[in-house]
């Protein structure tokens, strides 16, 4: 059974960074992908970016471009989303994913970490 | 990257059918065979429920199906039941290793 696990929820002052991290398993990418998606209150899902270690570098939605990072650790199979200068509006929940490089759908999905920007 | 275009909401009686849209444009659901379907329920992570299209993973109901023509994607819901009440969203991939989600229809079984 493939599992996703997150860090726990955070709260963070604006202008501040959060760091949420997606511990799978050693090898996941070999042939799969890590994407993160979130998800305001009362609100729908929005694709942030993915890495694809076997692509290469990582790509971001237009959005988020200079504020948001995605890494991946093959050693340890965990994937890392920095999201800097947070304002009040990224107050969501961050869920990761992992992607699948021939059918690019997202098929098993962690639990989702809330993150609160608030002053 | 425009969100891609679904009804807000949809409702249905047990055992009835229900279709929900997902309209995108000719870079992202009409250039790709690859649109993907998830269920949320509240409080939990999506559910990948169709993938490239209208193939269905293992252990995904056989009521679910999804269909495309053009920029506009489709899921079919037949014999409506009272667990599939819940939100559901489109996605498409969109070239150069980028997705774009639809903005989520709620599903209601009356």
């Known amino acids: 059974q493939v599992q996703l696990v997150q860090s726990g929820a955070e709260v963070k002052k604006p202008g501040s960074s959060v760091r949420v991290s997606c511990r799978t398993y050693r090898g996941i990418f070999s042939n799969y992908g890590i994407t993160w998606v979130r998800q305001a209150p009362g609100h729908g899902l929005e694709w942030m970016g993915g890495t694809i270690p076997i692509f290469g570098k990582a790509n971001y939605a237009q959005k988020f471009q200079g504020r948001v990072t995605i890494t991946a650790d093959e050693s340890t199979g965990t994937a890392y989303m920095i999201l800097s200068n947070l304002k009040s509006d990224d107050t969501a929940v961050y869920y990761c994913?992992?992607?699948?490089?021939?059918?690019?759908?997202?098929?098993?999905w962690g639990q989702g970490t809330l993150v609160t920007v608030s002053s | 990257q425009s969100a891609l275009t679904q009804p807000a909401s949809v409702s249905g009686s047990p055992g009835q059918s229900i279709t929900i849209s997902c309209t995108g444009a000719s870079s992202d659901v009409g250039n790709y065979d690859l649109v993907s379907w998830y269920q949320q329920h509240p409080g939990k992570a999506p559910k990948l429920m169709i993938y490239e299209d209208n193939k269905r993973p293992s252990g995904v109901s056989d009521r679910f199906s999804g269909s495309k023509s053009g920029n506009t994607a489709s899921l079919t819901i037949s014999g409506l039941q009272a667990e599939d009440e819940g939100d559901y969203y489109c996605c498409s991939y969109a070239g150069s290793s980028t997705w774009v989600f639809g903005g989520g229809t709620r599903l209601t079984v009356l």
């Open positions: 994913a992992r992607s699948r490089t021939g059918t690019r759908d997202f098929d098993y």
